[in-house]
């Protein structure tokens, strides 16, 4: 029956063989110590390479002035300067290999030495003889035209004409913003003025303006009667629109012009009654063509309608009757005197 082996190691008579040997215990805590030591050491080499590695000195040669010269057909040999130069860049750049190297400590006796050999090549290239350029064929100026500039005006352009509004413009204004008024108030009371509950306020439109005529007081005091009346009319700076909503009269609104100014009225729902009754008895189709007339004393409209045979002159509120007849115009003159 063999035996199990029992290797011994002793060291200047120390006994490491045993576990329990105190020496084989230092000797574990400073192989463990010293491979500490490396590590750390390794690692700040690492961070020293980093920090200060080296980079490449690019030294600036001065430019030279170009020459133009036509293309030569075959390549232009090397001047020595040129050789000088490559091998003194080729040096430079095999030297800052080397200081890149690891195990390279002095980098910044490389750099100065790499510094000197670019100084050494830009002399010796600026030194260099500069060989003569033969047969430099002469390039003759070409005429090129130039376009003459244009002569700016300094005449200032025409001012654009003014608008200016027409007394018609400003009627018609004037007639928008007396249905606006109406139309907010007939938000309120759409009876008063004409709006049946169906109707939508916004689909309301004016209508074109009729004038208004009156006669003065001498015509009112020398009228005879049976003499026409149409020729005594004179307007009487006074409009009224009517409100349509479709082919159905709401409302009349008015304006009147004071000076030059026009300034609208309110509405009327009764003199829009009167007038719807006087086209159908009197219609445009039938050749009528009733007039408004005003008295600046006394309230109120009256119409007139020249077509008829007897010269008439009536008040609208006779619309209202059951039968409604028109007024000589003897009568009606006569009262206003």
């Given at each position: 029956?063999s035996?199990p082996l ?8 120390v006994?490491f063989s045993?576990?329990?040997?105190p ?8 192989l ?5 030591l490396?590590?750390v050491?390794?690692y700040?080499f690492?961070l020293?390479?980093i920090?200060?590695h080296?980079?490449?000195v ?6 030279v002035?170009a020459?133009t ?14 050789v000088?130069?490559a091998?003194?860049t080729?040096?430079t ?9 690891p ?14 050999h670019?100084?050494t090549a830009?002399?010796?290239?600026m030194?260099a ?17 130039i376009?003459?500039p ?8 025409a001012?654009?004409p ?5 007394d018609?413009d ?5 007639g ?7 139309i ?5 009371y ?6 049946q ?7 309301a439109?004016?209508g ?10 001498n ?7 049976g003499?026409?009346?149409?020729p005594?009319l ?7 629109f009517?409100?349509?909503m479709?082919n159905?009269i709401?409302?009349?609104?008015d ?12 509405g ?7 007038w719807?009754?006087?086209q159908q008895?009197w ?6 063509h009733?007039?408004?007339v005003?008295n600046p ?12 045979p007897e010269q008439n002159?009536?008040d ?8 409604p ?13």
């Amino acid at each position: 029956m063999s035996m199990p082996l029992k290797f011994q190691f002793q060291f200047a008579g120390v006994d490491f063989s045993r576990p329990s040997s105190p020496y084989r215990k230092w000797l574990r805590i400073g192989l463990m110590s010293l491979a500490a030591l490396l590590a750390v050491m390794t690692y700040l080499f690492y961070l020293h390479h980093i920090t200060h590695h080296a980079r490449p000195v690019v030294h600036t040669v001065p430019a030279v002035p170009a020459v133009t010269v036509p293309k030569p057909s075959t390549p232009a040999p090397a001047t020595a300067a040129m050789v000088a130069t490559a091998t003194a860049t080729i040096s430079t750049t095999s030297k800052l290999a080397d200081a890149v190297k690891p195990h390279v400590i002095a980098v910044g006796n490389v750099l100065v030495e790499a510094v000197e050999h670019v100084a050494t090549a830009a002399k010796a290239t600026m030194a260099a003889p500069v060989l003569p350029v033969a047969s430099v064929p002469v390039v003759e100026p070409v005429m090129v035209p130039i376009a003459t500039p244009r002569t700016i005006s300094s005449q200032p352009a025409a001012p654009r004409p003014l608008r200016v509004r027409t007394d018609q413009d400003r009627l018609l204004m004037a007639g928008q913003t007396a249905l606006a008024s109406v139309i907010e108030l007939a938000d309120k009371y759409p009876d008063a003025y004409g709006f049946q509950a169906g109707d939508f306020l916004s689909d309301a439109k004016l209508g074109a303006p009729m004038e208004v005529y009156t006669i003065d007081g001498n015509a009112r005091a020398g009228y005879a009667k049976g003499q026409p009346v149409k020729p005594l009319l004179k307007p009487a700076a006074q409009w009224v629109f009517p409100v349509l909503m479709g082919n159905r009269i709401c409302c009349m609104v008015d304006v009147e012009r004071t000076g030059h100014d026009f300034v609208p009225g309110k509405g009327s729902k009764s003199l829009a009654m009167a007038w719807s009754k006087i086209q159908q008895q009197w219609p445009a189709a039938a050749g009528f063509h009733p007039l408004l007339v005003v008295n600046p004393e006394v309230p109120g409209y009256y119409f007139t309608v020249p077509e008829l045979p007897e010269q008439n002159l009536t008040d609208t509120v006779e619309m209202f009757y059951l039968h409604p007849d028109p007024s000589p115009a003897d009568v009606i003159l006569a009262s206003w005197r």
